[in-house]
């Protein structure tokens, strides 16, 4: 089935570590591409996104996501983390034909322990 | 600020019940998409209402129905209620062409069902 893929599930990293969380897709064609962070108790925020251009985008907070075509993925970086990135990430794909419909991951739980 | 306002935040129903839940927009915003996110989850589509109509619908049976007002809030409607519908429910505006400008979302609704 066509599906997002976020296979960590739940990080642990210690602050200043450096921060790569995976995202696949199973869409062919041409895909809108999200990250969306969600801080205890609070709402789903977009950190970036990705629609056509450079495959580097660089978003709030530091964060930065390549998109690589060929490898159907979207993954997620930060150099150095802070306690303050303890939060749950999702990827999101907006799939062809599909207009305005985000599908979801399933969510990586991201701790730093300071 | 999410922007977008959700209530109740918190609501605990019996099986077989019905229940409503509200949702008005950003200021600016008349595009509203409704997601379930059962713990542990990323949110799941539900439907989408443009213009007081619903657009699209994700894979939700016909207990799950919506309406969207002239002043673009909305309400999610869940009839016969199951256990299996307690989840954080999800409402999120957006403009039309809404993946342009990516979309916000609410806070949440929290449905607990006994």
């Known amino acids: 089935a066509q599906s997002v893929s976020q296979h960590n599930h739940h990080v642990i990293l210690s602050e200043a570590a450096s921060l790569e969380l995976g995202c696949n897709y199973s869409y062919g064609g041409t895909v809108n591409l999200f990250w969306y962070v969600q801080y205890p108790g609070q709402h789903l925020q977009l950190l970036l996104k990705y629609f056509s251009g450079d495959p580097l985008v660089k978003g709030i907070k530091g964060f930065e996501a390549e998109f690589i075509k060929s490898k159907f993925s979207f993954n997620l970086r930060k150099p150095s983390v802070q306690w303050s990135d303890t939060a749950e990430y999702f990827c999101?794909?907006?799939?062809?034909?599909?207009?305005?419909?985000?599908?979801f991951g399933t969510g990586t739980l991201l701790a730093v322990q300071p | 600020d999410a922007g977008v306002t959700q209530s109740p935040t918190h609501l605990i129903k019996t099986r077989g019940q019905q229940v409503t839940l509200r949702c008005s927009p950003k200021?600016?915003?008349?595009?509203v998409s409704w997601y379930q996110q059962a713990l542990g989850q990323g949110p799941q589509f539900i439907f989408q209402?443009?213009?007081?109509?619903?657009?699209q619908r994700g894979n939700f049976p016909d207990r799950f129905s919506g309406h969207q007002f002239p002043n673009y809030s909305s309400e999610l409607n869940v009839n016969a209620l199951l256990l299996g519908d307690s989840a954080l429910y999800l409402c999120?505006?957006?403009?039309?062409?809404?993946?342009?400008?990516?979309?916000?979302f609410g806070s949440g609704t929290r449905l607990t069902v006994v």
């Open positions: 999120a505006s957006s403009l039309p062409q809404g993946s342009s400008g990516g979309y916000t």
């Open positions: 200021s600016g915003h008349d595009t």
């Open positions: 999101a794909v907006i799939a062809p034909g599909a207009t305005n419909k985000l599908i």
């Open positions: 209402y443009y213009e007081e109509e619903e657009r």
